[in-house]
C-alpha cells in the first residue's frame, strides 16, 4: 500500500481497523528516509533501532486493545534541535555533530506517551539560523532542497521537516520558530505549519537560540493533522518556566464555533499584503479568499499598530543568541559552521548593550498590548505567507528574486509578541513552486486558526497535492 | 512599493534578526546605506580587538555594517514612550528549595 502521502487520520484509521501495523508503517518510512531524503538533504539520522522498538510496542497495545489516541502507531520526526536519547542532537551546525543529550525534550515524551513512533531527526539551517545566514547552504547537510524542485531552497530554518513532510518521508514533523522557521518552509515545501502561542508548546530539551521567542509546532498533511499534533504536545511543563497552564483542543469543522456575525470570519488584510510581490503569490492569495468568500468578512488595508518590532526582535535574537552560544563566541568555535557568513555572524551581537536589550525587554510589554488590542478586532489576519516561492539554491536571498519589493511584514511583528499563526498551501507559482495562505490571530487562538485552515482545506485540495518523486 | 526611511530602518532591524526578511529590501536602497556611524566603527574594533587574530578586513566591514544597522534601528526603541514603572517582560522568582 502507498502510505507515503496519507493523513495522519487515514493512517490511524488503517492502524485501528488492523489494515497495516505500526511496524509496517515504521519499516515502509525508514525505508523512503533513507532512500530520498538524501535528495533534499532533509534527514540527519534515520533513528531505526528506536523506531522498530517504539513500533513493536504500540503494535503489542493495540493488539491487547489498549488505545493511545490518533497517534498510536503514526511514524513522524523530529528538528534536529529537539534532543532524543541514544541519538545525536546536532542543531544542523558542525560543532556539535557528535553531541549527544541523554534526555528526550518533552515533546518527545509527550508524543511517545501518544504512541507516536519517531523515525528521524530532520534537518535544519545552522543554530536555527541565529548567526545571520543569508543564502541556503547554511548546515553540514548542505542546503534543504524543497521536494516540489530542488533547484530551490526548502525554507529554513525547520527545512528538513518541511522538505520532509512535503516528499512523503515523515507523516508529521515538529519543528522550532524563533521569527518564521516554520512557516516559511511549510509555505515553500507546500505543506500546513502551524506556530503555537508562545509558551502553549514546552521547549524543554530544545535547542535555545532565544529564550523568549522560541516556539515548537507542527508541520503535516493538513491544519487537521497539525491540530491532533498540537492537542498531544500542548500543555503546561514544569521543566520550561515558560510554559503556560494550557492546552489546545480542536473544535469541529461544521458548525464552526467562530465567525462573528454568525457563521462568517471578520478577516482583516494586512496594508500591502498582495502590492508588489511575485504575481502568482498575490493572484493565489486572492483566489484562496474568494474561496472562502460566502464565509468571510474582509477588511482590507489594515494597518499594524506603528511599533518598532524589527529593533526589538534583532536586539531580543542577537542578544539571547549570543548568550545561548556564548561558549561558541568565546572558543572561536563559529569559525566551523557552513555558511561564511554565520562565521562572523554572531560577533556584532557583542556589541549589544544590556540596557538596550532591557529597553527592548521593556518596549515588548505595550507591543504586546497595542497588537493584542489590534488583532481583537478581528478573528484572523491572512496574508500571503511569503512574498515569492522559494528561492534559488544558488542565489543569496536578497538576489534569489529581484525587483520583488512588497509585501506585508506579519511574520516578523506576530514572532516578536508570540501570537500563533498557520499557514496552508494555496497554490503554486513560478518554477512550479508552492506558495502559502497565512492566518494569524491572537494568542491562544489556534482553535480558530486551525478552524478556519480546516473549513480552506475542505473546500481545496492543494494540500493533498505530490510533488513528483518516485 | 517604495518604503520610508524609518521602515527601511526597521527592515534592517529585521534583517539581523531574520536574513530572509532581506528579500524585501531593494537593491538600491541597500546601496543607498549610509556610511557606517563612528560609533560602530568603534564598537567593531572592540570586538576585534577582544578577539585579536580571528577577522579579515572583510569580516570586519560586515561586522560593522551589522552593529550599524542595528544602532540605527535602536534609535526607534527610544521613541516609544515608557515610565519607570514599566518593567521587562519577565519576572524574577525568589526560590526557596525544601527544608
Redesign the interface.
Given at each position: 500500500m502507498d502510505f507515503a502521502f496519507l493523513s495522519v487520520v487515514e493512517l490511524g484509521r488503517l492502524l485501528r481497523e488492523k489494515k497495516t501495523t505500526a511496524a509496517e508503517l515504521a519499516v515502509y518510512f525508514l525505508d523512503r528516509l533513507e532512500r530520498i531524503g538524501p535528495r533534499y538533504n532533509a534527514v540527519v539520522t534515520v533513528t531505526r533501532e528506536r523506531a522498530l522498538a517504539e513500533a513493536a510496542q504500540a503494535d503489542r497495545e493495540i493488539h491487547q486493545g489498549i488505545g493511545r489516541g490518533p497517534l498510536h502507531g503514526v511514524p513522524y520526526g523530529v528538528k534536529d534541535l529537539i534532543a532524543t536519547k541514544d541519538y545525536p542532537t546536532t542543531w544542523g551546525a558542525e560543532p556539535y555533530r557528535q553531541q549527544k543529550l541523554d534526555t528526550d525534550a518533552t515533546v518527545v515524551e509527550r508524543l511517545g506517551a501518544a504512541g507516536a513512533v519517531l523515525v528521524a531527526k530532520l534537518a535544519m539551517v545552522e543554530l536555527a539560523?541565529g548567526m545571520?545566514?543569508?543564502q541556503p547552504n547554511a548546515s553540514f547537510t548542505g542546503p534543504g532542497k524543497t521536494p516540489w524542485n530542488p533547484g530551490y531552497w526548502s525554507g529554513?530554518s525547520s527545512s528538513g521537516p518541511g522538505a520532509a513532510v512535503a516528499a512523503g518521508l515523515v507523516p508529521f514533523a515538529i519543528g522550532s520558530e524563533?521569527?518564521?522557521s516554520i512557516l516559511?518552509p511549510a509555505a515553500y515545501c507546500g505543506v500546513t505549519g502551524l506556530r503555537p502561542t508562545y509558551g502553549l508548546v514546552s521547549r524543554h530539551g530544545a535547542m535555545a537560540l532565544a529564550w523568549?521567542m522560541d516556539k515548537l509546532g507542527p508541520l503535516g498533511r493538513s491544519a487537521e493533522d497539525c491540530g491532533i499534533v498540537l492537542e498531544v504536545i500542548a500543555g503546561p511543563d514544569s521543566k520550561d518556566a515558560s510554559s503556560v497552564a494550557r492546552g489546545f483542543r480542536p473544535h469541529p469543522l461544521t458548525p464552526s464555533p467562530f465567525g462573528r456575525g454568525g457563521t462568517r470570519w471578520k478577516i482583516g488584510i494586512p496594508k500591502?499584503a498582495d502590492?508588489?510581490i511575485q504575481p502568482e503569490v498575490a493572484a493565489n492569495f486572492r483566489a484562496a479568499l474568494k474561496v472562502l468568500g460566502d464565509r468571510l468578512d474582509i477588511v482590507e488595508d489594515v494597518e499594524l499598530p506603528d511599533?518598532?518590532?524589527?529593533?526589538?526582535?534583532?536586539?531580543?535574537?542577537?542578544a539571547e543568541g549570543a548568550s545561548a552560544f556564548d561558549d561558541l563566541l568565546k572558543d572561536?568555535r563559529l569559525?566551523q559552521l557552513t555558511a561564511p557568513?554565520d562565521?562572523?555572524?554572531g560577533?556584532?551581537a557583542?556589541?549589544?548593550s544590556a540596557p538596550?536589550y532591557?529597553?527592548?525587554?521593556?518596549?515588548?510589554?505595550?507591543m504586546?498590548r497595542a497588537l493584542d488590542e489590534f488583532l481583537k478586532k478581528f478573528d484572523a489576519l491572512a496574508a500571503p505567507t511569503r512574498?515569492?516561492v522559494a528561492?534559488p539554491l544558488d542565489k543569496?536571498?536578497?538576489?534569489?528574486?529581484?525587483g520583488?519589493?512588497?509585501?506585508a511584514?506579519v511574520i516578523?511583528p506576530t514572532n516578536v509578541v508570540g501570537v500563533p499563526g498557520v499557514s496552508v498551501p494555496n497554490g503554486f507559482g513560478v518554477q512550479g513552486l508552492p506558495t502559502g495562505l497565512s492566518f494569524t490571530a491572537r494568542a491562544f487562538d489556534e482553535a480558530k486558526l486551525v478552524t478556519l485552515a480546516r473549513l480552506y482545506q475542505s473546500r481545496t485540495d492543494w494540500h493533498t497535492r505530490r510533488p513528483a518523486i518516485d | 512599493m517604495e518604503i520610508s526611511r524609518r521602515e527601511f530602518a526597521e527592515r534592517l532591524a529585521l534583517v539581523a534578526a531574520a536574513p530572509w526578511f532581506l528579500e524585501d529590501l531593494k537593491p538600491a536602497q541597500q546601496q543607498q546605506a549610509q556610511e557606517p556611524m563612528a560609533l560602530a566603527k568603534t564598537l567593531a574594533e572592540a570586538i576585534r580587538l577582544r578577539y585579536p587574530d580571528r577577522f579579515s578586513a572583510d569580516d570586519l566591514t560586515a561586522i560593522t555594517r551589522s552593529i550599524d544597522g542595528r544602532l540605527r534601528a535602536i534609535e526607534r526603541l527610544y521613541q516609544t514612550t515608557l515610565t519607570n514603572a514599566d518593567e521587562p517582560d519577565f519576572v524574577y522568582s525568589v526560590y526557596r528549595g525544601a527544608d
Open positions: 539560523g545571520g545566514y543569508n529554513g524563533t521569527s518564521g516559511t523568549t500591502g502590492k508588489d511599533l518598532p518590532y524589527g529593533a526589538v526582535a534583532g536586539l531580543i535574537i542577537a572561536g569559525s557568513e562565521r562572523t555572524g560577533y556584532p557583542l556589541a549589544v538596550d532591557l529597553r527592548a525587554l521593556r518596549v515588548r510589554r505595550p504586546q512574498n515569492t528561492t543569496s536571498f536578497r538576489d534569489g528574486w529581484p520583488v519589493t512588497g509585501g511584514n516578523g | -
